[in-house]
């Protein structure tokens, strides 16, 4: 399977979608909290867990 940018976007907005109807389904949180709040913070920090990810990859090719 080629990770391709596509490829990679589709899987983080994809877990950000179920991440999201996961917690408004809960009711654990109020909904205006969950989408406000919550699920910037999820694509944030999968856009630094991708960036960061990218960057060791790029190293393990270079070294290895």
Same mark, same amino acid.
């Given at each position: 399977?080629?990770?391709? +940018?596509?490829?990679?976007?589709? /899987?983080?907005?994809? +877990?950000?979608?179920?991440?999201?109807?996961?917690?408004? !389904?809960?009711?654990?949180? /109020?909904?205006?909290?969950? +989408?406000?709040?919550?699920?910037? /913070?999820?694509?944030?920090?999968? !856009?630094?867990?991708? /960036?960061?990810?990218?960057? @060791?990859?790029? @190293?393990?090719?270079?070294?290895?």
């Amino acid at each position: 399977m080629d990770y391709t +940018l596509a490829v990679t976007v589709g /899987a983080l907005l994809s +877990l950000v979608i179920v991440g999201t109807a996961v917690l408004i !389904a809960a009711g654990v949180m /109020a909904t205006s909290t969950v +989408l406000m709040m919550v699920t910037p /913070a999820m694509l944030v920090f999968g !856009a630094v867990c991708v /960036a960061l990810g990218v960057k @060791h990859g790029e @190293h393990r090719a270079r070294t290895s």
